[in-house]
C-alpha cells in the first residue's frame, strides 16, 4: 500500500502559478495513473479537481493542471486568483482494494 | 441534478453504534459504485469503505471489522453501520460517487459523527 506525501503549505501572489507536489512512496506507483487532486474551501466537501493524473472534469477551469514523473504527481494552479486558496488533497488508488490520500496543502493567496 | 445526501450523524457513546444513510438522486444508482470518506476535525481526508457497483465491499483497515457498508437499490439508499465506535472515529463522513475511474467525483455534504463520553 502507497503513501503519499504533501507539503503544508504552499503560496503565491495573484497571476502566478504555484505548483502542489504529491509523492508516492510505494515502488511499485510508477505507472498509476489514478491519481486524482481535490479542492477543499473551510466548511465545504471536497471537489474534484483532476482525475487520472492529468484530467480536468468539467467545469474546472483550465488553470488547473495534473501531471506525474515516477513517483511524483503535481498540481498547478496557474494565473492564481483569490478564490483558488483552499486546502488541496490528492488521492490514488493504492492497489489490493484501496484508496489513499495525501495529507493536504494549504495553498495561501498573498 | 446528479446529488448525494448524507445523515445519521450524532453523538454517540465510545462502544456505541450509529447508522449513517446517503441517498442518492440524478444517476443510476446501480451503475456507480460509492465510497465513505471521512475527515476528523482540523485533519486531512481518510478513506474509508467502498461499494462497487456489483455489491462488492473493500474497507479501510481502521474500519474493517467494526464498519459495514451495505445499500438498498429500491431506496437509493447507501448505508454505512458504524459500531464499536471508538474517539478516533469522531469525524465528518462524506458519502460519494467513484466516477469509474478510481476517483471521487460527487460528494455530499457530509454528517457529522462524535464519539464521547
Known amino acids: 500500500q502507497s503513501a503519499l506525501t504533501q507539503p503544508p503549505s504552499a503560496s503565491g501572489s495573484p497571476g502566478q502559478s504555484v505548483t502542489i507536489s504529491c509523492i508516492e512512496s510505494s515502488s511499485d506507483v510508477s505507472g498509476n495513473k489514478h491519481v486524482s487532486w481535490y479542492q477543499q474551501h473551510p466548511g465545504k466537501a471536497p471537489k474534484l479537481m483532476i482525475y487520472e493524473v492529468s484530467k480536468r472534469p468539467s467545469g474546472v477551469p483550465d488553470r488547473f493542471s495534473g501531471s506525474k514523473s515516477g513517483n511524483t504527481a503535481s498540481l498547478t494552479v496557474s494565473g492564481l486568483q483569490a478564490e483558488d486558496e483552499a486546502d488541496y488533497y490528492c488521492s490514488a488508488y493504492g492497489g489490493n482494494h484501496c484508496w489513499v490520500f495525501g495529507g493536504g496543502t494549504k495553498l495561501t493567496v498573498l | 441534478q446528479v446529488q448525494l445526501v448524507e445523515s445519521g450523524g450524532g453523538v454517540v457513546q465510545p462502544g456505541g453504534s450509529l447508522r449513517l444513510s446517503c441517498v442518492a438522486s440524478g444517476f443510476t444508482f446501480t451503475d456507480y459504485g460509492i465510497h465513505w470518506v471521512r475527515q476528523a476535525p482540523g485533519k486531512g481526508l481518510e478513506w474509508v469503505a467502498f461499494l462497487r457497483y456489483d455489491e462488492e465491499k473493500w474497507y479501510a483497515d481502521s474500519a474493517n471489522g467494526r464498519f459495514t457498508i451495505s445499500r438498498d437499490i429500491s431506496k437509493n439508499t447507501l448505508y454505512l453501520q458504524l459500531s464499536s465506535l471508538r474517539p478516533e472515529d469522531t469525524a465528518v463522513y462524506y458519502c460519494?460517487?467513484?466516477?469509474?475511474?478510481?476517483?471521487?467525483?460527487?460528494w455530499g455534504q457530509g454528517t457529522m459523527v462524535t464519539v464521547s463520553s
Open positions: 460519494i460517487r467513484d466516477d469509474l475511474n478510481y476517483a471521487f467525483d460527487i
